[in-house]
């Protein structure tokens, strides 16, 4: 991300890796090195932490941009948390850059953690829509994440639109029945939103019944995608 030195790489910050003296670097994909203790949170029923959810909306980026597809702009955990704790008159410094205000739609997720360092216990999605000046909130254990939800929105919404407005709906949302799987909602909510936004240029009637199938299947995806990627950089 353009926060970082380019010769940064985004550090797992998982609190209690498999094995603290062998975490070995399992994949390097583009600013982010996935080690052993994060692919591990995939292995079994587990919170997903920010770099398994970095790395997935990094691929997302691109992949659309792969595709041509570049109005959609998908912003990494750990600046999302910085631009929820940070003033919205701070905004440009960490958005002027990969030139926002360009996108139409901007993805954003958000956990509960209220300091600048990672943490927090759940996630959920934030959607800006600058087609339809206007941010959606999705949340897979409803109000949980609001307050930090509306907070961004107020600031974000300041940002693009150079006013003061609120523009914020909280969306009807598949709930999760477990307290781990968060993220993978966060991820499947991201594809199926994608796909809609590209396809109709809105959010806001986005039918995202599908998500808890996709959640079922998600973590093997996750392991399969990594395994991928891993392959075709040792092959290059």
Known sequence: ?????????????????TNPYKNDIVLSYHDYLLRTSDVALLERN??????IIGFYFEYLNQ?????NKSQLLFIGPEVAQLLKMQDSSQYNIFLDPIEATNYDFIFFPLNDCDSNEAG??????LVYSRMEKMCYHFDSSSGINGFSAKKLARKVTKYFLEKQERKYIEMDCPQQNNNYDCGLYVLCLADIISRHAIKNSKVSDCDCSIVPEMVSKKRSNLLKLIYDLKSTSNNA
């Open 120 to 125: 927090g216990s759940h996630w959920s999605l």
């Open 46 to 51: 587990d919170w997903l932490n920010d770099i």
């Open 1 to 17: 991300m353009p926060v970082l030195p380019a010769n940064s790489k985004h550090l797992s910050h998982d609190a209690h890796p």
């Open 63 to 67: 992949q659309y941009r792969k595709d």
